[in-house]
């Protein structure tokens, strides 16, 4: 067990629709990233909040979004909703803003568009 | 652009059989290079970082190594439990702040 929590573990909606991903960090850890796993593309990362501030953005689509609460939490948006957005999406969390830090990640949660 | 690949994409192995698995990586400049093993329908879980080329590490029967442009993970001996798709990944140091480049891993399967 990391630490890392999230919720919920499966989720199954239908195009067009908006999902809500909830991220809870290891205990201390001030860093959180969101990564999308899709079986052809492998672990994509897509952003990355430090302490409540958005702190690096990778290839994530103007349709998520993504925000890093007081108590550290995060939740990421997904909103219109494509088949091609299934997928497994992980939170991670490290210690710090990232460099060099070990990031451990969360059990998942797997959406399923239909 | 910075990519890491991994081969081979599958590896099948009896009980005992030693072996290893490759991640070649192309960076602006390496702050850190991860492994971390990945059961099926699991997050990753994180073995070892290499930050410097000759480093090692090891952990019971995996030992991870790193060369300039690529690193090893060596298997002594896997037994069954080993079976997971070990994933490799890169920290460059011009990249996006922390973000990790992850190759498509490798899937282990080991025999009795």
């Known amino acids: 067990d990391s630490g890392v929590t999230q919720t919920p573990k499966h989720l199954i909606t239908a195009t067009g629709q908006r999902v809500t991903l909830r991220c809870s960090p290891r205990s201390g850890d001030l860093s959180v990233y969101w990564y999308q796993q899709s079986l052809d593309q492998g672990l994509q990362f897509l952003i990355q909040?430090?302490?409540?501030?958005?702190?690096a953005k990778g290839n994530i689509l103007e349709r998520f979004s993504a925000q890093q609460f007081p108590d550290l939490h995060s939740e990421l948006n997904l909103s219109s909703l494509e088949l091609g957005d299934s997928a497994l999406y992980f939170c991670a969390s490290s210690v710090a803003a990232g460099d060099r830090d070990t990031q451990y990640f969360g059990p998942g949660t797997r959406l399923t568009v239909l | 652009e910075d990519q890491v690949t991994q081969s081979p994409e599958a590896l099948r192995l009896q009980e005992g059989e030693s072996s290893s698995l490759n991640c070649s990586y192309t960076v602006s400049g390496l702050r850190g290079l991860f492994w971390y093993r990945q059961d099926p329908g699991k997050g990753p879980e994180f073995l070892f970082t290499l930050y410097s080329a000759g480093e090692e590490k090891e952990k019971e029967r995996l030992k991870a190594t790193l060369t300039k442009k690529e690193s090893f993970l060596h298997i002594t001996a896997p037994k069954p439990e080993d079976s997971a798709t070990y994933l490799c990944a890169v920290q460059a140091l011009l990249g996006s702040q922390g973000n990790l480049i992850f190759g498509k891993g490798t899937k282990l399967s080991v025999k009795p």
């Open positions: 909040y430090y302490n409540g501030e958005e702190r």
